[in-house]
């Protein structure tokens, strides 16, 4: 059973636009949900995390709103910029951390 | 700042032979390290989960015997790959954790390539 989906494999938006990247888990024991950035030839780069006793963390032009009733989650980049395109991996759990398979965000000039 | 290096960074071996793949956390000290294997389709499999000072938990379809690691000391870690086939091929990722911090820290991973 997989633990962590991704509801876009992938996703387009044009400069400036905020992008909206979704995300579900199924354990609601989970409390940690990173999220990781990643380019090609490259590991995946934490960019924001949140714990699940907030609904909300803001980093710059990146937010994460969570919803610990509805077992779901998603990543807001805002102002989106063409080098934000990469693929964004969703992450869930406590010692043991899954992923989901990723949404490739391509973000047109 | 957090950083983890892993080495070497692309192998290339042939079927049935074995490769070593290392792992060094510098900034910071790594309590625990997990393995996962990334195939070509971007897919992440969590293949263990290592703690110092405790046993080593490998996932379902992952074992010891295929894949022993160790972790002796809060920066390094390693992971061998044994008997490596074509299933085996994928971007080998070390993730490590400091200490009372969750923040998960990856390396660049060592992309393996079997013959």
């Known amino acids: 059973q997989q633990q962590v989906r991704q509801s876009s494999q992938s996703l387009t938006v044009w400069e400036g636009e905020t992008a909206i990247l979704n995300c579900s888990y199924e354990?609601?024991?989970?409390?940690?949900f990173p999220w990781y950035q990643q380019f090609p030839g490259e590991g995946p780069a934490l960019l924001i995390a949140?714990?699940?006793?907030?609904d909300k963390k803001e980093d710059g032009r990146f937010t994460i709103f969570f919803n610990k009733r509805e077992k779901n989650l998603s990543l807001h980049i805002k102002d989106s910029q063409p080098g934000d395109s990469a693929t964004y991996f969703c992450a869930a759990g406590n010692n043991r951390i899954f992923f989901g398979d990723g949404t490739q965000l391509v973000v047109k000039p | 700042g957090a950083l983890v290096y892993q080495y070497p960074r692309r192998t290339i071996c042939k079927s049935g032979t074995s490769m070593r793949m290392e792992c060094q956390a510098v900034g910071f000290q790594a309590t625990s390290v997990a393995w996962y294997r990334q195939s070509p389709q971007k897919t992440f499999e969590l293949i263990a989960l290592s703690t110092v000072n405790s046993a080593i938990k490998y996932e379902q379809n992952f074992t010891q015997e295929k894949f022993p690691i160790s972790h002796p000391n809060l920066s390094f870690s390693s992971m061998t790959v044994l008997n490596a086939y074509l299933e085996d091929r994928g971007l080998y990722l070390c993730g490590a954790r400091q200490i009372s911090n969750e923040r998960l820290f990856f390396g660049h991973g060592t992309k393996l390539s079997v013959l």
């Open positions: 354990n609601s024991a989970f409390d940690y």
């Open positions: 949140i714990r699940s006793v907030s």
